[in-house]
């Protein structure tokens, strides 16, 4: 079965912050080839979506309704529902996580 794969809007601004971030530190072409293996990585969710783990700061809550890949440093959040991967945020992981991921997944 393929996936479709959807980028909500508060991912899609996790991508944008990245483009720049590296643009202005590096080069607007390795920014722009960075976001491209990111965009990898979520497209071969179209494929097999179940291959991600449940994040630990969410299975520390129980939560195991979502599910992460990486292209390191970055963390690419995402759920499955039906015939659709929803991706939710697109983190660096040397940050601390724990606390956007409550706010943003849960709403708390």
């Not at 920014?31 to 179940?50: G, N, Q, R, Y």
Request: neutral net charge; proline residues 5%; aromatic residues 10%.
């Amino acid at each position: 079965m393929r996936y479709e794969v959807r980028i909500d809007d508060v991912a899609a601004d996790d991508l944008f912050a990245i483009y720049r971030y590296a643009a202005v530190k590096d080069s607007p072409a390795k920014a722009a080839i960075l976001l491209a293996h990111i965009e990898k990585v979520m497209s071969s969710l179209e494929d097999t979506p179940a291959r991600g783990n449940c994040p630990p700061e969410l299975r520390r809550w129980g939560i195991l309704d979502f599910r992460e890949v990486f292209f390191k440093p970055f963390r690419i959040i995402y759920e499955i529902s039906g015939g659709t991967v929803f991706i939710h945020a697109v983190l660096d992981g040397r940050r601390n996580c724990e606390e956007l991921l409550q706010q943003r997944l849960l709403g708390a």
